[in-house]
């Protein structure tokens, strides 16, 4: 009789366990879900800071006449630098820019975005005009969403900084470039 008992408390036990087990994958499936979802249908955005104002305005040597815009410095990289589909992946940007005072010059990054073919998997534009009104060295994050599709393997980001004068009917000067590399290794 107590080894009918263990057996059955045995069983209860195993049967327990792997509805919990199978309870914890659908929350992941469940999770995966709403992260797809609140990602379908926004854009990445980037917010940049101005770092230091003043270390950057007596360290930056006046632009060149004629010039518009410089970026002697734009590095980007990657937390983590290995992810998970149903994740998101923090860009950070490091970027030095010079640029003249004139009010009607607008400035665009573009984010390139490749799979490890090199195939161009989706571009991105963004007016940061606003957001780098002077010269100075400037910190930014984007945040990007891995969905649950996306197959293991390497990619590659690449940013473009380029400048254009509105109204100006000459195609828009690119003026820097950064790329960086990140791995989506198998869900678990």
Do not use: W
Request: proline content about 7%; glycine content about 6%; overall charge positive.
């Amino acid at each position: 009789m107590k080894d009918k008992i263990t057996i059955r408390r045995s069983t209860l036990c195993v049967i327990m366990l792997a509805a919990l087990l199978g309870g914890c994958a659908g929350m992941d499936q469940f999770s995966c879900d709403m992260h797809e979802t609140q990602a379908r249908g926004t854009k990445p955005v980037t917010a940049y800071t101005l770092t230091d104002p003043k270390s950057s305005q007596t360290t930056l040597r006046p632009l060149p006449a004629g010039s518009i815009a410089q970026v002697p410095t734009y590095k980007i990289r990657f937390k983590p630098g290995y992810t998970k589909p149903c994740t998101t992946l923090t860009l950070h940007k490091d970027v030095v820019i010079q640029r003249s005072d004139e009010a009607n010059v607008m400035l665009n990054e573009i984010r390139e975005f490749y799979a490890e073919d090199g195939t161009l998997i989706a571009t991105s534009t963004q007016d940061i005009s606003e957001q780098v009104k002077k010269s100075g060295t400037y910190t930014a994050t984007t945040l990007l969403p891995i969905p649950k599709s996306a197959p293991p393997g390497k990619y590659k980001i690449v940013n473009k900084l380029l400048f254009e004068r509105r109204g100006d009917r000459r195609a828009p000067v690119s003026i820097a470039r950064a790329e960086g590399y990140f791995y989506i290794i198998p869900p678990q």
